[in-house]
């Protein structure tokens, strides 16, 4: 069965700097992986995903996120935060051989400082 | 871009009632839809996967009896909780997907059972 690890539960950054956000998984096959982030009471709006091809992928809102096989992971980066950036952020792998089923990491509180 | 909506967003019903939330999908038909609860400042939990027109395939633990599920049609599936108690009082999210990746978010369903 897969697995997501999310090891920061909360991140402040300050407006302006750069985040990074780590997120490692274990799955027996190649896998599809995403970013989510959830507003306060909201849905889940999708960033960015990975099915193959280039490991580095850019997504909306300035974000991008690098796929490591040798390290099974798949962190998530922008190089410049703004205050609306605070949320929280999911990420998910996806297991085709099991109805595309997502599996989700613990999340990670984003916090950002003016 | 794909469009999910849920309704209601919020609902606050007395414990022992039953309660329906619907999850569409306004402009792609949905082959399958997925049920997930995220408890206060937890992740996503899957509920159940459903195809349209067949039983829903529900997750260990997951009470079907309880979460009634109906994909009837490729735009709409419904989540009835019956005889809800206090502890079923949640945040539910439903998803969307045409039967490929990525699944598509509503924005929620917030329940308070007094």
């Known amino acids: 069965a897969q697995s997501v690890t999310q090891p920061d539960i909360h991140i402040t950054v300050s407006e302006g700097a750069s985040l990074e956000l780590r997120c490692n998984y274990s799955?027996?096959?190649?896998?599809?992986l995403f970013w989510y982030v959830q507003s306060p009471g909201q849905g889940l709006q999708l960033l960015l995903k990975y099915f193959s091809g280039d490991t580095l992928v850019q997504g909306i809102k300035g974000f991008e996120a690098e796929f490591k096989r040798s390290q099974s992971s798949f962190n998530l980066r922008k190089p410049s935060v703004h205050w609306s950036d605070a949320a929280e952020y999911f990420c998910a792998v996806g297991a085709p051989a099991a109805g595309n089923k997502l599996t989700f990491g613990g999340g990670t509180r984003v916090l950002v400082k003016p | 871009g794909a469009v999910v909506s849920q309704h209601p967003s919020w609902v606050i019903c007395k414990s022992g009632t039953s309660v329906k939330i619907e999850c569409r999908s306004l402009?792609?038909?949905?082959?399958?839809m997925f049920w997930y609860r995220q408890f206060p400042k937890q992740s996503l939990m899957l509920m159940a996967t459903?195809?349209?027109?067949?039983?829903?395939?529900?997750e260990q633990g997951v009470e079907k009896d309880k979460f009634l599920i109906n994909h009837a049609s490729l735009t709409l599936s419904t989540l009835t909780v019956t005889s809800a108690h206090p502890e079923d009082s949640s945040f539910y999210i439903c998803s969307a997907s045409d039967g490929d990746q990525p699944q598509h978010f509503g924005d929620g369903t917030r329940l308070s059972i007094l």
């Open positions: 402009d792609f038909q949905a082959t399958t």
């Open positions: 459903s195809n349209e027109g067949s039983k829903a395939t529900y």
């Open positions: 799955y027996g096959a190649t896998p599809y």
